[in-house]
C-alpha cells in the first residue's frame, strides 16, 4: 500500500481516536524531509563537491542546492561563500516516495541496524536520522561510488510534541527502537 494512502486510511483515523483530535488538520502529518550532506574539509575540491550533488540527485530524485557559509571563520579554514553544504528538500509525492523507499530498503541495508532510536526527536516532533555512508541506498551501485560520504535526513512533521511525532512515525512503519523520549 503507498504510504500516502495508508496515512489517509488508516494511521489518521488512529492519531485522532489516540490524541482526541476533532479535525483532520490538527493530526500530525509529514510536511517535509531534507536530506543533507555537510561537505566542509572537502569544501575546496569542486570535483567532490560535484559529486556529493551527483550522490543526492540519484538518491532523491530531485537537483540540489549548495548552501554557501555565510560568516569567515578563520579558525574553521572557511571564507564567506565557499560550499558549507550539499541539500535537498522534498515534498509531497516525492516525499512520500523518499520515505516509503528509506523504510523498506535503505534502513535494512545499514549495517548492524537495530531499529532507531527514539532520542533523535526534538521537542516539535521533527526526526533526524543520521547515515555514515551512502551505501545504505538502491540508487547507489558499489561499483560506482567515488566517494563514501555520510548524509543526514530530517523528517519535519506537524506535530506539536514528541510523542505525537513518534506515533505519526511509527504508524506510518518506521522501526523505531522502545527508549524514552
Keep these: ?10 494511521v489518521l ?11 483532520d488538520l490538527a493530526a500530525p502529518r509529514l510536511v517535509r524531509v531534507t536530506v543533507n550532506v555537510g561537505v566542509g574539509r ?24 549548495v548552501t554557501l557559509a555565510r560568516k ?5 579554514k572557511v571564507r564567506e561563500g565557499m560550499a558549507a553544504g550539499v541539500m535537498v ?12 523507499k528509506l523504510i523498506h530498503i535503505s534502513l535494512p541495508r545499514v549495517r548492524d541496524f537495530r531499529g532507531l532510536s527514539m532520542k533523535s526527536f526534538d521537542k516539535q516532533g521533527n526526526y ?5 555512508e ?28 514528541a510523542p505525537e511525532g513518534a506515533r505519526l512515525l511509527q504508524l506510518l512503519g518506521f522501526p ?3 527508549d524514552t523520549i
Design 128 to 132: 533526524t536520522i543520521g547515515f555514515k
Design 134 to 161: 551512502n551505501q545504505a541506498f538502491p540508487e547507489l551501485r558499489a561499483d560506482d561510488i567515488e566517494s563514501i560520504h555520510g548524509l543526514e535526513v530530517c523528517i519535519a512533521t506537524s506535530a506539536r510534541t
Design 13 to 23: 483515523p488512529k492519531l485522532k481516536e489516540e490524541f482526541g483530535y476533532t479535525n
Design 89 to 100: 528538500t522534498l515534498r509531497g509525492r516525492r516525499m512520500y516516495d523518499f520515505i516509503e
Design 42 to 65: 572537502i569544501s575546496k575540491e569542486k570535483a567532490k563537491v560535484e559529486n556529493v550533488e551527483e550522490t543526492l540527485r540519484a538518491i532523491t530524485g530531485q537537483k540540489p542546492v
Design 1 to 10: 500500500m503507498r504510504l500516502q494512502e495508508m496515512y489517509k486510511k488508516d
Design 176 to 178: 523505531l527502537k522502545k
Design 72 to 76: 569567515s571563520i578563520a579558525s574553521f
